[in-house]
């Protein structure tokens, strides 16, 4: 299940964006695009849009990617590596 | 692999299919619901072919519940998110070299929305000798048109329980080279950094003896995305592109790839490649790994000027399959 977006392990899944690994083709697109919007800065204005755009992408996905979901929040809190 | 008169009775049988060929066979096609576009390059049955005389079909499974299409001018292609079904997927087909087909390279990966449904489909075009004389066509059966302007989507819809997945096989992998990247978005490049080193791209393919037939590589997240070399012209120091490259992302020129008849079957073999509702392969994969009466498993379909994942891929097959949650 997709945790809120007040769930601190969102934050950590914006800082360890770069080493995300998902299987579905359209998420690891979607991250790509996240990661480099991520370049464009650290700040916690662009931290919450991120949070928010990967929010909105996952509650779309979240039957046909419950195993991506499910690995990105396990116990690495965000950053898993398969 | 089918003739006109063959898929004639599948339209008229209310089919809903996906048809790629020559452009007199598609113009000969009656209104139904189909959508098609140009090309006389496919993986048949018995392997790779060029025909001016079948089409390669793909029938939507029965489980596609309804279909719309819809022409998008290239100010327009924004909206195909907007269109999307609320369970479903989109195919797009776009004719090669109009400005739709640039638009969508270059912008369509920054659209709202863009990921939520799967999006495949190809770039039509034409036989190689006709290039420059004849237009890539993309033709909408529903409604009798065709444009060598517009990109032409069909929007399909499918029940609950029932969802599509994208899906490519890139066979190339990122070589050991230097990493690549570029100050500007584009089919056309001069400039670009070589391990951050600002130079001419066109000096630095030739200084460096590149083999232009490897794509650029770049990793999406796990997803390898090619970018294919068209032409290096060294006295204008301009190199022109199958696909765009984007500022912030590297790219390496791929690893050789020896055999990819080979490479292909092995994977087909290891059970990593589904039986695809609809795939297209790409028109230099089947030039350049002489793929003509080489088969790709069993994947069939269209050979193309570019596929289309979500982004405009190069020289990468894309296909789509059903499953069930």
């Known amino acids: 299940m997709l945790p809120p977006k007040s769930d601190p392990r969102w934050a950590k899944f914006v800082d360890n964006l770069a080493s995300i690994q998902v299987t579905d083709l359209s998420a690891r697109m979607f991250l790509s695009r996240l990661k480099m919007r991520a370049g464009a ?20 996905h979240e039957t046909t990617m419950a195993d991506d979901i499910r690995h990105i929040f396990a116990e690495h809190a965000g950053g898993a590596s398969r | 692999m ?28 009656p ?43 290239a100010s327009l292609l924004h909206r195909i998110p907007h269109d999307y079904q609320v369970s479903g997927f989109t195919f797009i087909v776009i004719p090669a070299f109009c400005e739709a087909h640039h638009v969508f390279a270059k912008d ?24 420059g004389k004849v237009t890539p066509k993309v033709f909408d059966g ?39 990247s570029f100050p500007d978005r584009g089919f056309e490049v001069t400039d670009c950094y070589v391990n951050d080193f600002k130079c001419n791209f066109a000096q630095y393919l030739v200084e460096k003896k590149i083999d232009t037939r490897q794509p650029l590589v770049a990793n999406y997240m796990g997803a390898m995305v090619n970018v294919s070399i068209q032409s290096v012209d060294e006295a204008e ?23 990819y008849e080979a490479e292909f079957n092995k994977l087909v073999e ?11 392969n790409c028109l230099l994969n089947y030039l350049y790994a002489h793929l003509e009466g080489k088969k790709t498993g069993h994947v069939v379909g269209p050979i193309t000027f570019g596929e289309i994942a979500y982004m405009l891929l190069n020289q990468t097959l894309v296909y789509l399959i059903l499953e069930e949650t």
């Not at chain 1, 800065?41 to 779309?60: C, M, P």
């Not at chain 2, 369509?108 to 290039?131: H, T």
């Not at chain 2, 059970?271 to 297209?280: D, E, L, R, T």
């Open chain 2, 270 to 280: 290891a059970g990593h490649i589904q039986k695809p509702v609809f795939a297209c």
């Open chain 2, 31 to 73: 209104r139904g619901e189909w959508v098609g576009g140009t090309t006389p390059y496919f993986m048949g049955e018995d392997g790779g072919v060029c025909t001016h005389d079948l089409l390669h079909v793909s029938e939507l499974p029965d489980s596609v519940l309804s279909i719309q299409t819809r022409f998008y001018e």
């Open chain 2, 108 to 131: 369509c990966s920054s659209w709202p929305d863009v990921f939520d449904r799967p999006l495949v489909g190809w770039i039509a075009g034409v036989d190689l000798e006709d290039v």
């Open chain 1, 41 to 60: 800065g650290n700040s916690e204005a662009i931290k919450r849009e991120l949070i928010a755009a990967a929010y909105d992408f996952f509650s779309k």
């Open chain 2, 142 to 180: 529903v409604t009798g048109e065709s444009s060598d302007t517009k990109a032409l989507a069909l929007h399909a819809e499918l029940p609950e329980g029932v969802f599509a997945r994208a899906c490519i096989v890139n066979l190339f992998k990122t070589g050991q080279g230097d990493v690549l």
């Open chain 2, 237 to 259: 120091g301009k190199v022109i592109l199958y696909a765009p490259v984007f500022p912030s992302v590297e790219y390496r020129v791929a690893a050789p790839l020896d055999d």
């Open chain 2, 2 to 29: 089918k003739t006109v008169q063959e898929t004639k009775k599948l339209i008229r049988a209310g089919k809903k299919l996906v048809i790629a060929g020559d452009e007199r066979l598609l113009a000969a096609l």
